[in-house]
């Protein structure tokens, strides 16, 4: 992997390393994490692998395994739906924050995403085009308490395998959900704003419901 960000000349630490193989399918949940096979897959040094490791499972995101040694942590249905009651929680308040502090240019431009989005038929564009439109409405709360909270947020959600885009009924859904999402906000509608940010969170929870039950079969 390469240790600078796809989005700048910034050097990822090897934490970040380990979070990205996680997000991108290179590291699975129940695959071992052995320092000195990671140390050479990705070209550091085993005492700073070893310290991203202590911080993944203090995280909760590696566990020991049945061997010696950590594995990539699973998460469970309960689990799952903790950090999504979490993550529709943040979503209102972001929602909240973002009517009231988000410029006429930071609407347009999740209007020109949303436009983009509709061209879109493959599932991983679609997946990584869903992250940056998040993360766009996040920015425009201009709070970066908040922003903090769904980075460690998505950090946990990184655990998840496949994406809620390889079901075709979702993925026409999201899109109307994200077009209502920058109606509401483009009205300066709070209440219609939260009410659009959650229905899409509760509906991409009942989508990965969907997905986790196709994995396991």
């Known amino acids: 992997m390469n240790l600078k960000s796809a989005d700048a000349d910034v050097t990822l630490s090897p934490f970040e390393v380990l979070i990205a193989a996680i997000e991108r399918g290179e590291l699975q949940p129940g ?15 085993r005492t700073p692998i070893r310290e991203a490791l202590h911080r993944l499972e203090t995280l909760g995101l590696a566990e020991p395994g049945p061997k010696r040694g950590l594995i990539v942590a699973s998460l469970s249905y309960e689990r799952l739906r903790q950090l999504f009651a979490v993550r529709e929680g943040l979503e209102r308040l972001a929602m909240q924050l973002a009517v009231a502090a988000a410029s006429d240019e930071e609407i ?3 209007q020109d995403m949303v436009n983009t989005e509709k061209t879109l038929t493959d599932s991983k564009a679609l997946h990584d085009h869903n992250r940056m439109f998040h993360r766009q409405i996040y ?12 980075d460690n947020l998505r950090i946990h959600l990184s655990l ?6 390889a079901l075709s009924d979702r993925t026409e859904e999201a899109k109307l959900e994200h ?32 997905i986790v039950s196709q994995l396991e079969r």
């Open 31 to 45: 695959e071992r994490l052995q320092e000195i096979r990671l140390a050479e897959q990705f070209g550091i040094s």
């Open 108 to 110: 347009a431009l999740l």
């Open 139 to 150: 920015r425009s709360t201009h709070n970066p308490y908040l922003n903090e909270m769904l």
């Open 160 to 165: 998840l395998r496949g994406t809620t885009y």
């Open 179 to 210: 077009q209502a999402i920058v109606d509401a906000l483009s009205r300066r509608d709070s209440e219609a704003a939260q009410e659009a940010g959650c229905l899409h969170i509760r509906n991409g929870y009942r989508a990965r419901l969907a």
